[in-house]
């Protein structure tokens, strides 16, 4: 899969929404994500569809990282 052809803007609102995402995903809450935003993440290759459920990918795991307080 490509790369997402998102506006910059949309980018950084994902990436601030990412936290949240990966805290939803391991309450296994992952029906509160809009599937618009599962949709982008997943073209970012930030989450990817794993036996039927989502997880976050080496890279998503990384934003999240980066935007823990140091």
């Known amino acids: 899969?490509?790369?997402a052809f998102l506006?910059?803007?949309r980018?950084?609102?994902l990436r601030a929404d990412l936290p949240h995402?990966?805290?939803l995903l391991h309450r296994r809450r992952a029906g509160e994500i809009d599937e618009a935003v599962?949709?982008?993440l997943v073209s970012l290759a930030w989450l990817e569809w794993l036996g039927g459920s989502l997880q976050l990918t080496t890279v998503g795991l990384n934003i999240c990282r980066q935007q823990q307080p140091k």
């Open 1 to 3: 899969m490509t790369p």
């Open 7 to 9: 506006s910059l803007s």
């Open 11 to 13: 980018r950084e609102a």
């Open 38 to 40: 599962i949709d982008d």
């Open 21 to 23: 995402v990966a805290d």
